[in-house]
Structure formats: C-alpha cells, structure tokens
C-alpha cells in the first residue's frame, strides 16, 4: 500500500549476501592458503548463511525497523526478490523494485569483516530508473538517501539528479568503501565542495580517513578528518569507528564513545548505525544524544543472536 509521504526514502542496492563466519578472517586465509598448497579440495565447518544485503536495503530495514515511514527503490531479478520481500515482511516499508539483477556478496566475518562483491545491477543504477511516481515519493521524503556509492558507476549521476530535482530536501550520502576508486572518488569530492551535492555524509573511519586524501590531507584520524571534511564540503559529516562516533555541522563537533563489546557479526553493523543516526535526527535528537543512540543500536545488532535490526524501544533501553 503506497503512503502519501515518507520520513525517509532509500536508493538503491541490493545484494544477496552469502555469510561466511570463522574464527578470524586471517585463519581462513591461511586454510585457504594451505588447501590450495595441496592441490584444492574441501574446508569443512565454516557457518554459511544466505540473507538480505546491500547499504541500501539494510538501512531502509533498519528504518522501518525503527519506526520511521520508509520507501526503498532498489532493484532485483526474479530468483532474488523473494528474499527481499519476505526480509521486509511486517516493517511498513514501501518496496519499489527496479528490473536489474541483484549483487551478489560473499561476507568473510571474523574479527573483521572482508566483502567479495559483483555488483551486477547495483552497478549500473541511474536516473532513468526513476519514473515519475518515483520522483514524487521522493519529493515527499524528509530525507533522501543514496547509498553505496563505491558500487555503482552510476553513483555520480545519480547523487546530481536528486540534487536537481529536489531543491530543499536534505540529501544523505554514504558512499561505501572508496578505496579501490580513488581516482573517481577524488572527482566527486572536488563536486560535493563545488556544487554541494549532498547536505550530509556518513562515513567510517576507513571512508573518512580516504575522504581526507581526496581533500590533500593524508595523515589525520577520524576526529580532525570529521572536522575537515565538513569544512570543505559544508555538509554534516558523521564518522562512526570501533570506539567513538563524531558528528561536525557548522564548525561544532560533538563526539560520543562506543562500549566495547564482543560481536557476533559485523556486516551490516555502518547500516544500523546510520539508520538510527537519522531516525534520532527526525526525533529531534540533538547530536549527542543522536549519536549515543546510534552507538546503542549498533552494539544491540553486533551482539544480538539474530540479523534483525533493533526497535526503537530496544535502543532507548539500552542508551
């Protein structure tokens, strides 16, 4: 049943992730390393599941998880959107799903988390996906985001269409792991200072620390990288890491620390984060307490037995 306006809407990937836990990542390194030594074979024991996945189809779930009135644009082939479906079963979320082919991930956890992505059709995601009915939902959204930036050669184009067609809606940013586009990602920071692209950005530390070589910078942590980066681009800029989160609007930084925990997963850990993170926003939560709510509802998510993303409630206890 289609809404007539939204708290948020989300573009645009979405992956099938097949999740691979093991002691740590660098241990299944070193069996991978000593099987092929071998000659192949078989490695036993490693937990595998297949679940819903992509930036933007894990924080439009946790969304709507939350409570916020949710549109997802996302895109997916016929063998894959039962799956999608079915993972939104219950949330309120508004589905619109584009004929292009899922992404597929293999998700390495343990003690990091290590993705092997094909993009497929999160790859090639543009404005002329959108119809006008699309644009409308998007026209009623609070706040507009796209996500997975890295994934999609046409992330660009995308991001300068909404900007043109939404004067006056915030637009939020998150670009994914840059790291092996240094060289396009460096052209679309020079855009987002220029022309003022996005209104905010979320990053990790990995995205913001590269974020501040695209800038000149190139020996700043996450706290003077937050503060640059929101600088020059005049956007909010949040930097969530392992032990504290910052948030930099107009020259103000506000930081807040993590507790240390012991997770049980970590894929889609920057997603929850990001979602609680606007959903506070939308309450009206300072940026404080916006960013120690995001902090609760990321370590709920990393500590919790299942995949399912915390309720508000959840998140309030927990603070």
């Not at 740590?24 to 030594?37: E, Q």
């Not at 999160?122 to 009915?133: Q, R």
């Not at 506000?254 to 929850?272: C, F, I, Y």
Request: proline residues 3%.
């Amino acid at each position: 049943m289609k809404q007539m306006g939204y708290d948020v809407a989300v573009l645009h990937d979405y992956f099938v992730d097949r999740v691979m836990q093991c002691g740590t990542v660098w241990g299944l390194v070193s069996l991978v390393n000593s099987k092929a030594r071998e000659g192949g074979g078989g490695i036993h024991g490693i937990r595998q599941m297949d679940v819903k996945g992509g930036n933007a189809v894990n924080l439009a779930h946790s969304l709507s998880t939350l409570g916020a009135r949710t549109l997802l644009i996302t895109h997916s082939d016929p063998e894959h959107v039962q799956l999608l479906r079915n993972s939104f079963a219950g949330t309120g979320a508004e589905l619109r799903i584009k004929p292009l082919p899922a992404g597929l991930t293999v998700a390495l956890e343990g003690g990091v988390n290590v993705m092997l992505g094909d993009p497929r059709g999160a790859g090639s995601f543009g404005p002329e996906l959108l119809d006008a009915e699309d644009w409308r939902g998007l026209g009623s959204a609070k706040v507009v985001c796209t996500v997975n930036w890295a994934a999609n050669r046409r992330g660009t184009e995308l991001l300068v269409a909404l900007r043109g067609r939404l004067p006056g809606r915030t637009i939020f940013l998150a670009t994914a792991d840059v790291r092996d586009r240094m060289a396009d990602y460096g052209r679309l920071v020079r855009r987002l200072r220029r022309e003022k692209l996005a209104d905010w950005l979320g990053l990790n530390e990995f995205e913001a620390l590269a974020t501040a070589r695209a800038l000149g910078a190139a020996t700043l942590g996450p706290r003077e990288a937050c503060m640059l980066i929101a600088r020059e681009t005049g956007a909010r800029v949040d930097v969530h890491t392992e032990r504290v989160s910052f948030t930099c609007s107009g020259g103000r930084l506000e930081a807040a620390r993590t507790r240390r925990v012991s997770p049980r997963r970590l894929t889609g850990a920057g997603d929850v984060w990001e979602a609680a993170s606007i959903y506070a926003h939308l309450k009206g939560m300072c940026d404080r307490e916006r960013l120690a709510f995001a902090n609760a509802a990321a370590k709920l998510y990393v500590t919790s037995d299942g995949q399912r993303p915390p309720t508000s409630d959840e998140v309030i206890a927990a603070v």
